[in-house]
């Protein structure tokens, strides 16, 4: 696995080569920066410059290239998705539910990463972290029909459609890392509101470029 635990937060071992950044998916017991840039997440396709600390606006990914500014990304079953320019210094969280995956929230970032810097995607770096597993997640036919299947009940693999949306983008394969973590089988480790439900709480990951 590309992942390590560490004082209650993974990392993506193949990010440690990047001496100017700092980034983690936390667990359950994971106490946040005090200092974060956060969003109302909303399950949409919106992609947002973090201009400032606090919770900025309405949307599902966060991009930041101020050195000490942490961006961050709530997550529960949801998808964490770290993206890191290995040649600009730029990095972006994603927050992808089903209905973001669907939107191509991922893809999006990475064209507005483009857009805003000029991102190449061959040097982006993508952490998809802890999230629901194809174990677990079984949806009904409205849903699958959403992700080209048939009208029909069914198990579908967020992480592994997130890769194939990041690869679609321009990103190399070698360079995207998976957790293989799954949040509803592990709750010693991480909420979830498929198997908690209102009960749950939330997992931040977060990122940023060092001071």
Same mark, same amino acid.
């Given at each position: 696995m590309d992942f390590e635990l560490t004082n209650n937060v993974y990392c993506a071992r193949p990010l440690a080569q990047f001496e100017w950044l700092e980034h983690s998916f936390g667990t359950r017991l994971f106490e946040p920066p005090e200092s974060l840039t956060t969003l109302r997440q909303i399950h949409s396709d919106?992609?947002?410059?973090?201009?400032?600390?606090? &919770?900025?606006? @309405?949307?599902?990914?966060?991009?930041?290239?101020?050195? =000490?500014?942490?961006?961050?990304?709530?997550?529960? $079953?949801?998808?964490?998705?770290?993206?890191?320019?290995e040649r600009k210094r730029t990095v972006g969280a994603v927050h992808a539910g089903w209905r973001g995956v669907v939107a191509r929230i991922a893809e999006k970032a990475?064209?507005?990463?483009?857009?805003?810097?000029?991102?190449?995607?061959?040097?982006?770096?993508?952490a998809i972290g802890p999230g629901i597993g194809p &174990?677990?997640? @079984?949806?009904?036919?409205?849903?699958?029909?959403?992700? =080209?299947?048939?009208?029909?009940?069914?198990?579908? $693999?967020?992480?592994?459609?997130i890769r194939r949306q990041l690869v679609a983008a321009g990103l190399r394969p070698g360079q995207i890392y998976e957790a293989g973590l799954c949040t509803v089988c592990r709750p010693g480790e991480f909420h979830?509101?498929?198997r908690d439900r209102e009960k749950a709480g939330r997992m931040i990951s977060v990122i940023g470029v060092k001071s």
């Amino acid at each position: 696995m590309d992942f390590e635990l560490t004082n209650n937060v993974y990392c993506a071992r193949p990010l440690a080569q990047f001496e100017w950044l700092e980034h983690s998916f936390g667990t359950r017991l994971f106490e946040p920066p005090e200092s974060l840039t956060t969003l109302r997440q909303i399950h949409s396709d919106i992609v947002v410059y973090a201009d400032g600390p606090g &919770c900025l606006a @309405e949307g599902d990914a966060l991009l930041s290239d101020t050195p =000490g500014r942490r961006i961050g990304v709530k997550t529960a $079953d949801c998808v964490p998705i770290l993206l890191v320019d290995e040649r600009k210094r730029t990095v972006g969280a994603v927050h992808a539910g089903w209905r973001g995956v669907v939107a191509r929230i991922a893809e999006k970032a990475v064209a507005s990463m483009a857009a805003r810097w000029g991102t190449l995607p061959e040097n982006l770096h993508a952490a998809i972290g802890p999230g629901i597993g194809p &174990c677990c997640f @079984e949806v009904g036919p409205e849903v699958t029909i959403q992700f =080209g299947g048939p009208a029909e009940r069914t198990r579908i $693999d967020l992480p592994a459609t997130i890769r194939r949306q990041l690869v679609a983008a321009g990103l190399r394969p070698g360079q995207i890392y998976e957790a293989g973590l799954c949040t509803v089988c592990r709750p010693g480790e991480f909420h979830s509101f498929r198997r908690d439900r209102e009960k749950a709480g939330r997992m931040i990951s977060v990122i940023g470029v060092k001071s």
